[in-house]
T-cell receptor, first 110, second 111 residues
Framework: RKEVEQDPGPFNVPEGATVAFNCTYS??????FFWYRQDCRKEPKLLMS???SGNEDGRFTAQLNRASQYISLLIRDSKLSDSATYLC???????????FGQGTELSVKP | NAGVTQTPKFQVLKTGQSMTLQCAQD?????MYWYRQDPGMGLRLIYY???????DKGEVPNGYNVSRLNKREFSLRLESAAPSQTSVYFC??????????FGPGTRLTVL
């Protein structure tokens, strides 16, 4: 089993739709969680951290479910500019290195 | 302030050739990293350097060597390139995950 797994998609949604991605992780002791965004053929960039209490940044909401060992990213009112690959990132232990999921591709259509 | 820069952007090698990928950062970060990204695999850590003068293996170090030349520069060397090393290589720097910045990547093809 991979340490971090994502549904690779692609998710094809119309503008204005709400879309959600899940990511599961295998190490129950994992400490920190993040979502990165990667545009086509470009470098990954941090989108948001995922806190135990959940957090929201505009149209984006991230949640953590430690009992089921997954994190989620919800995007409301999708824009064309949201088209990208979303990478789930987990740090399995304190001071450890980032473990990336394989990414979920999102395509928002007019 | 350029952030993280990588050279070259593209490279084609023949099997057995060697090359060095260069990475530099101007953010005064202690930590630097080399990743590779393959289709369907996400990013995998090759080597990292927690500070100047130290380097450690990551998840997929075989076939690679690194040098932390100074605080700014961290190079990745392929001594004898193989087709399995065809990939996109990203350098990153930072101290914590929410301050880890990636370079634009090097697209390497080994024939």
């Amino acid at each position: 089993r991979k340490e971090v797994e994502q549904d690779p998609g692609p998710f094809n949604v119309p503008e204005g739709a709400t879309v959600a991605f899940n990511c599961t992780y295998s190490n129950s002791a994992s400490q920190s969680f993040f979502w990165y965004r990667q545009d086509c053929r470009k470098e990954p960039k941090l989108l948001m951290s995922v806190y135990s209490s959940g957090n929201e940044d505009g149209r984006f909401t991230a949640q953590l479910n430690r009992a089921s060992q997954y994190i989620s990213l919800l995007i409301r009112d999708s824009k064309l500019s949201d088209s990208a690959t979303y990478l789930c990132v987990v740090i399995p232990n304190q001071g450890g290195k980032l473990i990336f999921g394989q990414g979920t591709e999102l395509s928002v259509k007019p | 302030n350029a952030g993280v820069t990588q050279t070259p952007k593209f490279q084609v090698l023949k099997t057995g050739q060697s090359m060095t990928l260069q990475c530099a950062q101007d953010m005064n970060h202690n930590s630097m990293y080399w990743y590779r990204q393959d289709p369907g695999m996400g990013l995998r850590l090759i080597y990292y350097s927690a500070s100047e003068g130290t380097t450690d293996k990551g998840e997929v170090p075989n076939g690679y060597n690194v040098s932390r030349l100074n605080k700014r520069e961290f190079s990745l060397r392929l001594e004898s390139a193989a087709p399995s090393q065809t990939s996109v290589y990203f350098c990153a720097s930072g101290g914590t995950p929410d301050t880890q910045y990636f370079g634009p990547g090097t697209r390497l093809t080994v024939l």
